[in-house]
């Protein structure tokens, strides 16, 4: 059985000029095509900004956790595995602004 999680960080344009990041929403899913296209949603309509509320979401920085289960006599196992991934239109300058960005 996989599941998926994401957490991360958006990058956007702030209401009183420049930009900036903020903690991103955290997702869950068990299609991890569906848990794309949902950030890339939420970057498109602003809903993956967790509260900061920016006037436009450019990008995101996520890290997708691949939580692989199995249960062998009655016991459950769990394997983890951690990707980091670029979503939006960011620029080189950007990426590392988002990298640089502790969470």
Same mark, same amino acid.
């Given at each position: 059985?996989?599941?998926y999680?994401?957490?991360?960080l958006v ?6 000029g420049?930009?900036g990041?903020?903690p ?15 950030? !890339?949603?939420?970057?498109? &309509?602003? @809903?993956l ?6 006037? *436009?979401?450019?990008g995101?920085v ?9 249960v062998?006599k009655?016991?459950k ?6 990707k !980091?991934?670029?979503f939006? &239109?960011? @620029? ?7 990298? *640089?960005?502790?969470?």
């Amino acid at each position: 059985m996989k599941t998926y999680r994401s957490s991360g960080l958006v990058y956007g344009k702030c209401w009183g000029g420049g930009a900036g990041a903020y903690p991103a929403k955290n997702g869950y899913s068990t299609n991890l095509k569906e848990l794309k296209e949902d950030i !890339k949603n939420g970057i498109k &309509d602003g @809903s993956l900004d967790s509260g900061m509320g920016y006037v *436009s979401l450019k990008g995101a920085v996520m890290v997708i956790e691949t939580i692989r289960s199995i249960v062998i006599k009655g016991k459950k196992y769990t394997n983890s595995s951690f990707k !980091k991934i670029y979503f939006g &239109d960011l @620029s080189h300058k950007e990426k590392c602004f988002l990298a *640089s960005c502790e969470y």
